[in-house]
Nanobody
Framework: QVQLVESGGGSVQPGGSLRLACEQRRRSYIYYTVAWFRQTPGNEREGIAAITSSGQTFYADSVKGRFTISQDNPKKILFLQMDNLKPDDTAIYYC??????????????????WGQGTQVIVSS
């Protein structure tokens, strides 16, 4: 069984920073992929960053250069450092986990475990 618990969302002014965390309550896997998605009302979830068990990373063009994904493997915590935030980054952010596969494929359908989401609001 896998449980994902996100934290760190909140409100910030444009240009500000936030760091999201995703605690993964699960057993250890040799191969896995963890990712961050975000969703705005009326839109599908967008995969914005992912990291595999081998350390390979993916970033969507919309966040490249501003967001950094990292994983504390011993503690099983995924982070998303978000800098230079923009109003368009306002969304609910979700953590997702894919066991037994190390791939930067961020299609929503391949992830079987999801957190409850955390709200990020970027506004002046």
């Amino acid at each position: 069984q896998v449980q994902l618990v996100e934290s760190g969302g909140g409100s910030v002014q444009p240009g500000g920073s936030l760091r999201l965390a995703c605690e993964q309550r699960r057993r250890s896997y040799i191969y896995y992929t963890v990712a961050w998605f975000r969703q705005t009302p009326g839109n599908e979830r967008e995969g914005i960053a992912a990291i595999t068990s081998s350390g390979q990373t993916f970033y969507a063009d919309s966040v490249k250069g501003r967001f950094t994904i990292s994983q504390d493997n011993p503690k099983k915590i995924l982070f998303l450092q978000m800098d230079n935030l923009k109003p368009d980054d306002t969304a609910i952010y979700y953590c997702a986990f894919r066991p037994n596969v190390a791939s930067i494929n961020v299609q929503e359908s391949v992830f079987v475990h999801w957190g409850q989401g955390t709200q990020v609001i970027v506004s002046s």
